[in-house]
């Protein structure tokens, strides 16, 4: 139902440019199936960043589990990028901050880890202290998997006159005076070049698109109808 009222909110917000792409009812299903798959995991440390400066053992065990979790999960999408993060925290603190972790796992990228979360703690709170201890809360593993992206064809501007995608005239109210007559089209047979004034509303099987009057609407090269105040 979004193009319906889309361009009414518009006019509340002041906005005077509204998109309105080929398929709305299903854009946000099209948008999932063109993300790519990302998986995300974490193993509880509770460790001091000191400790695992001298010994980053326990770390890379975590590691090395949650990387093979990630890995399973995404092997019939393919092979994942994956980044590797801590959050980190003072001791005695409540709340953490995520930080990068390069690997190889060793006690030196521990070490940058510390080095990054004071820059982060000044940029966030103002203020950091490297002489406060500082503790690994967990480690988090994100594995991404590229989705190939659809190559969207560019529609040549036409010469159909725009009567054709005529279906007749609908009573619309606008307002509280009472119905205004007003040209309705089959959004299918709008093309690249078509432009028109409204009022009008454009039918298609999910969805109606409202161009109320004081607003001009025309069609794109890639079926997207951008309607825009007048």
């Not at 925290?89 to 521990?110: F, K, M, T």
């Not at 609908?170 to 040209?183: A, C, I, L």
């Not at 607003?215 to 079926?223: E, I």
């Amino acid at each position: 139902a979004g193009p319906l009222h889309a361009v009414a909110l518009a006019e509340a917000l002041d906005v005077c440019r509204v998109l309105v792409p080929p398929t709305p009812g299903v854009l946000s299903a099209l948008g999932l199936l063109t993300a790519d798959m990302v998986y995300d995991t974490s193993r509880a440390v509770l460790t001091r960043a000191d400790t695992l400066i001298e010994d980053a053992s326990p770390l890379s065990g975590a590691a090395d589990a949650a990387v093979a979790e990630v890995r399973d999960t995404l092997v019939d999408h393919g092979t994942p990028h994956l980044t590797l993060e801590l959050d980190l925290r003072y001791v005695g603190q409540s709340y953490e901050l995520s930080v990068p972790l390069s690997p190889p796992i060793a006690g030196r990228r521990v070490a940058e880890a510390v080095q990054a979360f004071y820059e982060r703690h000044r940029e966030q709170y103002g203020h950091a202290d490297a002489d406060e201890p500082v503790e690994v809360v967990a480690l988090r593993v994100r594995g991404r998997v590229k989705t190939p992206q659809p190559q969207l064809s560019r529609e040549p501007e036409g010469d159909q006159p725009l009567s054709a995608a005529r279906l007749g005239t609908r009573p619309v109210w606008f307002d509280v005076d009472g119905p205004t007559p007003t040209p309705a089209y089959a959004r299918t047979e709008l093309h690249h070049g078509h432009a028109f004034d409204g009022p009008a509303v454009l039918h298609q099987y999910d969805t109606t698109v409202v161009v109320p009057p004081d607003w001009h609407a025309h069609v794109d090269p890639w079926q997207n109808v951008w309607i825009e105040r007048r």
